[in-house]
């Protein structure tokens, strides 16, 4: 994904770019915990490491969800 698609994503979601991170995920551990970064930065890694990223992300339109569980697709009008 690119920066822009990903600067995108988790405002079409509501939320930070914090938000949609995989806390558990090997990159999180190296790339991300114990910093302070910026949305920017966090951006970035996301860009550079995208294991980290949520999955999966559904998009229809301009709106998004993080489709875990999978009833959040209701929010988008999928059943």
Known sequence: MSTDELKRLPRYAGLRPGDA???????HKRHVAGQ???DEQLI???VDHPEVIQRPI???GDK???????EK??????K
């Not at 998004?64 to 999978?70: D, F, G, H, I, K």
């Open 21 to 27: 991170l995989r806390t558990n995920e090997y990159g």
């Open 36 to 38: 302070s970064l910026s």
């Open 58 to 60: 559904v998009v229809r």
């Open 44 to 46: 970035r890694v996301m």
């Open 73 to 78: 697709l209701e929010e988008l009008g999928i």
């Open 64 to 70: 998004a969800v993080l489709a875990r569980p999978v």
